[in-house]
């Protein structure tokens, strides 16, 4: 490794001196870059230069062009010389210099990351510059959709010089205060790591800021757009690239001439070129269309579109070796209607992350604004489910028109009912943090909750995915009052029920997963029952592991499939059997506690038609909360179909 330092300065030259002094004993050559500054600091700068001529090199701009022009042409200048690692301080003595040999060894340890310092502040630091740090970091954290910088904008830090000038020789960045963050996001999005040393960082009494309020934080704002907006950009390209990457895999088991490799096996592109995006690669390895296949085979006569999108179409994984032996290749319909439980969970606990710091840092109302592009995206690229909420609303609305129920008097459509699921996730994260007080919560049927509590005696709880019965169990468990037992598909909602339990570890201890459902966990849930617990179970989704054990009741005006096994489990446990919604109707929080039966027989002679009795009780209470809460309804697929496993 072969450093040297950079210095941008722009009319420091009196703290400057202290500076250099401090870094002479270090024997790394300096380039010092003079930022237009005014005469009489620019006459101190050139007697610095000639001081310290044996190490220190003076690069001049005529006119100032701000800290992020001089740190580039530093950078342009450390490559022309050979350096292949670059410090960057700042000339006004801010930074504590003797952690020089720390960033640097950190750089020696790993030369392709760019490594910085982690500001430690004293009370010297002005509190609204630190405050207005904490913004800039939430605004990384979404670009990046990472943790991964810790600090972007500390003016401390060793650049790999040769992956830095690849960015400013490629990318325009911004020129003033808006580089050092820019250019660390734009690094990382290039695949460069990030290291960061802690360091203590003074601002001096007698200092002074270049820092122009309005026109620097203009430019950082608008710095974050370009790159909120890019890392849309990418996002969409990349869902709109599914088709092609679909086809990749198809490809790559020898089902076409040749395979071609993705941007990330490729290893970026060409040298000198910019790697692809998604979008850029989904095109060009995306099917070719019959005219750009050249017809057909010779003797042939050239295809149709629909015969071409037929042979080009994405297949399911079934059609990717045929099918599974013994089972018939599933149609294109069929593999619509896929289970509910095969729907992979979209986003990432890093994004879960992100939108938890984001409510942390910046409230709700804050948090609120960044809610739209995100479920904007998901609102976009989920056509399954966008297709799943919009038959939903139709339905819901000439149910209420056939019955003349009157629906809450709110705009509804599919974006807003992605959004109000948005909303519960954060209701839900509000709810494990205690950030929703519980005068905040109207609980109907206190009566039977009240009663409940008193009598000591466990139950079970029917819950559904109408509203938030997470808030509900959070309130619960705060409370102190019982503990909250509830089965969870956690395969399926892993990401979130992690979070969860990094918001309040303890919680971890009450979810049960059910995908494993047998006799442990029926004798499991009897203990439980047995000390008093409750147990919260949802009847309105199929078995996961037992998809034709349904039970068909009326539920919006058309037949719908309601899950056996929780109204089975139900009369196993002997115990008493309560509903309860949580509901968010006309923004305040409803929790609605009823009865639903002292205990849940089923007898031999009769088990069909009492199944029948109770599954279309629950459905009867579901339709009437459906239609005071409608976009609280959570079942993003389509509820009234079984899908070709079930038929």
């Known amino acids: 490794m072969t450093p040297c330092i950079i210095i941008p300065c722009y009319n420091h030259a009196r703290p400057l001196a202290g500076v250099l002094a401090s870094l002479k004993p270090m024997g790394l050559p300096c380039l010092l870059i003079d930022d237009g500054s005014e005469p009489v600091a620019a006459a101190a700068l050139d007697a610095l230069a000639g001081e ?23 950078l342009m200048a450390a490559r022309a010389a050979g350096f292949s690692h670059a410090l960057q301080l700042d000339a006004d003595g801010q930074h504590d210099l003797g952690d020089v040999p720390r960033l640097l060894e950190e750089a020696k340890a790993h030369p392709e990351a760019l490594v910085s310092g982690r500001p430690r502040y004293d009370d010297s630091v002005p509190r609204g510059r630190l405050y207005g740090r904490y ?30 000038c690849a960015l400013l020789g490629e990318v325009r960045l911004g020129r003033r205060m808006d580089f050092d963050t820019e250019v660390m996001v734009r690094l990382h999005w290039r695949g460069v790591p990030m290291r960061f040393v802690p360091t203590r960082v003074t ?44 086809w990749q895999q198809g490809r790559a088991l020898g089902s076409c001439r040749h395979g071609s490799r993705t941007p990330e096996q490729e290893g970026g592109s060409l040298p000198g070129q910019p790697r692809e995006t998604w979008f850029q690669w989904g095109r060009r390895h995306g099917p070719r269309t019959p005219e750009q296949e050249g017809g057909s085979l010779p003797g042939q006569p050239r295809e149709t579109w629909f015969q071409w999108g037929r042979r080009h179409g994405s297949r399911t994984p079934e059609q990717g070796g045929g099918s599974l032996p ?9 593999w619509g209607q896929r289970h509910w439980s095969r729907t992979p969970e979209r986003g990432s606990l890093l994004g879960l992350q992100i939108m938890l710091a984001s409510y942390r840092l910046l409230g709700r109302r804050g948090f609120g604004a960044l809610l739209y592009p995100v479920i904007g995206y998901f609102w976009l690229t989920g056509r399954r489910q966008r297709a799943a909420s919009e038959q939903y609303l139709a339905r819901l609305e000439a149910f209420a028109a056939t ?13 807003r009912h992605f959004l109000r699921f948005g909303e519960a996730a954060l209701d839900k994260l509000a709810g494990w943090r205690g950030d929703i007080a519980p005068e905040r919560v109207e609980l109907v049927g206190r009566e039977h ?54 918001i309040n570890p303890g919680s971890g201890l009450n979810l049960i997963q059910v995908q494993e459902m047998g006799a442990d966990t029926a004798i499991l ?43 089975a489990l139900a009369s196993v446990l002997a115990c008493p059997v309560y509903l309860m919604f949580g509901l968010k109707e006309q923004g305040r929080f ?16 009769e088990r069909e038609a009492a199944l029948r009795h109770w599954v279309q009780a629950y459905a009867d209470r579901l339709q009437h909360h459906c239609l005071q809460a409608p976009l609280d309804w959570f079942n993003f697929f389509d509820f009234w179909q079984l899908t070709h496993d079930e038929q």
């Open 52 to 74: 310290h001529g044996d190490w220190l090199t003076l690069l001049r701009h005529p006119e100032n062009r701000g800290k992020g022009a001089a740190v580039m042409s530093g």
């Open 403 to 415: 019955e003349g129920v009157r629906l809450p008097e709110e705009p509804r459509s599919s974006f």
């Open 135 to 164: 913004v800039t970091h939430v605004w990384v954290w979404i670009e990046t959709l990472s943790f991964a910088i810790e600090d972007s904008m500390c003016g401390f830090r060793v650049y790999p010089v040769a992956a830095s």
């Open 590 to 605: 409803r929790v609605h506690f009823e009865p639903f039966a002292e205990r849940l027989r089923l007898p031999r002679a």
């Open 326 to 334: 013994g089972r018939p290749r599933e149609t294109w319909f069929q």
């Open 525 to 567: 849930l009897k203990e439980k029952i047995e000390a008093g617990e409750w147990v919260v179970i949802v009847g309105d989704r199929t078995s996961v592991t037992r998809e034709k054990r349904v039970v068909w009741a009326d539920f919006l005006g058309a037949p719908a499939p309601f899950p056996l096994g929780p109204f």
């Open 449 to 502: 909750h009240e009663a409940a509590i008193r009598n000591g005696q466990g139950l079970l709880l029917l819950g559904s995915h109408l509203g938030d019965l997470e808030l509900c169990r959070a309130l619960g468990t705060r409370l102190g009052q019982v503990r909250i037992n509830a089965l969870v598909f956690t395969r399926h909602a892993a990401r979130f029920n992690a979070l969860l339990q990094q």
């Open 203 to 246: 601002y001096p009494a007698d200092g002074s800021s270049h820092f122009r309020l309005w026109q620097d934080n203009l430019a950082i704002s608008w710095m974050h757009t370009r790159l909120v907006c890019r890392l849309l950009w990418d996002l969409v390209g990349k869902g709109l690239g599914w088709p092609a990457r679909l």
